[in-house]
T-cell receptor, first 112, second 112 residues
Framework: DGGITQSPKYLFRKEGQNVTLSCEQN?????MYWYRQDPGQGLRLIYY???????QKGDIAEGYSVSREKKESFPLTVTSAQKNPTAFYLC???????????FGPGTRLTVT | QKEVEQNSGPLSVPEGAIASLNCTYS??????FFWYRQYSGKSPELIMS????GDKEDGRFTAQLNKASQYVSLLIRDSQPSDSATYLC????????????FGSGTQLTVLP
């Protein structure tokens, strides 16, 4: 059963702590993406990766970091440098640039 | 000017009516166009892809693309309350580092 999984579904952290969000896909897609969505807002691209061991910053990369050591996995770390980390985080994948993206179920992060 | 623009709505239609959602984009050489549906609290779900001028039908959904006028639309026939969601337009902006650029979405409510 192919798809994208994100864990956990809900995450609560204290301010000042780093937190890592998991994203795994078994669709054999080359490209993976991280987006942030705030209430009533559109999607904002944080980072994307077109191939293993390579990734690029999106529009709002400050305070975030990623790695792409395996094709299937693209974890996102929200660092303490991110000023307003509370948001809905979405991971997506596609077969390549310009193709349709498929989304995971998302992780809702709350930092207090 | 935003690269992908949608009316934020909310758009309300009665059950059984046709809902018309519109999206304009700034890049004349864009090749790929997508419509996503996002229910409240959930992740976006791909519902339509269109690549060439004209209409593409899938069940109650019809996507319409006019590259000369730089717009893409989504028609939902026989609208149902279950169609109530936010609809996101996504466009492959050639040369953009974002891969796909998403509009901010149109909120649709289908009234029983």
């Amino acid at each position: 059963d192919g798809g994208i999984t994100q864990s956990p579904k809900y995450l609560f952290r204290k301010e000042g702590q780093n937190v890592t969000l998991s994203c795994e896909q078994n669709l054999n897609h080359d490209a993976m993406y991280w987006y942030r969505q705030d209430p009533g807002q559109g999607l904002r691209l944080i980072y994307y990766s077109q191939i293993v061991n390579d990734f690029q910053k999106g529009d709002i990369a400050e305070g975030y970091s990623v790695s792409r050591e395996k094709k299937e996995s693209f974890p996102l770390t929200v660092t303490s440098a991110q000023k307003n980390p509370t948001a809905f985080y979405l991971c997506a994948s596609s077969i390549g640039e310009g193709y349709e993206q498929y989304f995971g179920p998302g992780t809702r992060l709350t930092v207090t | 000017q935003k690269e992908v623009e949608q009316n934020s709505g909310p758009l309300s239609v009665p059950e059984g009516a046709i809902a018309s959602l519109n999206c304009t984009y700034s890049d004349r050489v864009s090749q790929s166009f997508f419509w996503y549906r996002q229910y409240s609290g959930k992740s976006p779900e791909l519902i339509m892809s269109i690549y060439s001028n004209g209409d593409k039908e899938d069940g109650r959904f019809t996507a319409q693309l006019n590259k000369a006028s730089q717009y893409v639309s989504l028609l939902i026939r026989d609208s149902q309350p279950s169609d109530s969601a936010t609809y996101l337009c996504a466009v492959n902006i050639v040369g953009s580092a974002r891969q796909l650029t998403f509009g901010s979405g149109t909120q649709l409510t289908v009234l029983p």
